[in-house]
């Protein structure tokens, strides 16, 4: 139990374009996900909490009309990567947590971004 | 603030060698402490927890004692085998105490490599 399904796993598109990521939870309701960056042989970075049915949380120096999420479900958190540019090039993971206090996150298997 | 700290890599073994991956951390209240695992291109797998003192996490082979008068949870395991070639992160919750936000600190990530 307790799968994380993330889509797609690779994109590779021009400079200019927006793109969106999805997150599922398969097999339990999420009320919070989490969408990560991770930079190469780097640890994870928070980039924001995303929760049903509200706005979603960002971290300090991201910027949140470049990166947009939305939590319209307790299964589905999507990312959009808004005018994306090479420096969006990244791998980008999400983690979905089931309700209650001590419940582990479930990670998925990250997309691999590259914007030429 | 909340911190986690890793002992850096990468480290390089002999398969049915002794593992010891060390982590420590720094956390106001009583967070719950974790170990995740990635292998190459793929996302995060939970490995164990712990989610108070004295808790010893164990999965596959691998354990993890969380002892809260040195600040530590590293990470053990008997006899490593090639397959356990991965990173391994630990990382730690806030999710305990009066904070409920859930979002994990990661260490930076330990890469093991397991030779045959």
């Known amino acids: 139990g307790a799968v994380v399904s993330q889509h797609p796993s690779r994109v590779i598109c021009k400079s200019g374009t927006s793109v969106k990521i999805e997150c599922r939870s398969l097999d339990f309701q999420a009320t919070t996900m989490f969408w990560y960056r991770q930079f190469p042989k780097q640890s994870l970075m928070l980039m924001a909490t995303?929760?049903?049915?509200?706005?979603?949380?960002?971290e300090q120096g991201v910027e949140k009309d470049k990166f947009l999420i939305n939590h319209a479900s307790l299964t589905l958190s999507t990312l959009t990567v808004t005018s994306a540019h090479p420096e969006d090039s990244s791998f980008y993971i999400c983690?979905?947590?089931?309700?209650?206090?001590?419940?582990?996150?479930?990670f998925g298997d990250g997309t691999r971004l590259s914007i030429l | 603030g909340n911190s986690v700290t890793q002992m850096e890599g990468p480290v390089t073994l002999s398969e049915e060698a002794f593992l010891t991956i060390n982590c420590t951390y720094t956390?106001?209240?009583?967070?719950?402490l974790f170990w995740y695992v990635q292998y190459p291109g793929e996302g995060l797998q939970l490995l164990l927890k712990a989610t108070k003192a004295d808790d010893k996490g164990s999965n596959k082979g691998f354990e993890a004692t969380y002892r809260k008068e040195t600040t530590s949870f590293h990470l053990e395991k008997g006899s490593v085998q090639v397959s356990d070639s991965a990173v391994y992160f630990c990382?730690?919750?806030?999710?305990?105490?009066?904070?409920?936000?859930?979002?994990?600190?990661f260490g930076q990530g330990t890469t093991l490599q397991v030779k045959p």
């Open positions: 990382a730690l919750s806030d999710a305990s105490g009066s904070s409920n936000t859930g979002k994990l600190i």
């Open positions: 983690s979905a947590k089931r309700t209650g206090e001590d419940q582990p996150q479930h």
């Open positions: 995303s929760n049903e049915g509200s706005k979603a949380t960002y």
């Open positions: 956390a106001t209240g009583y967070p719950s």
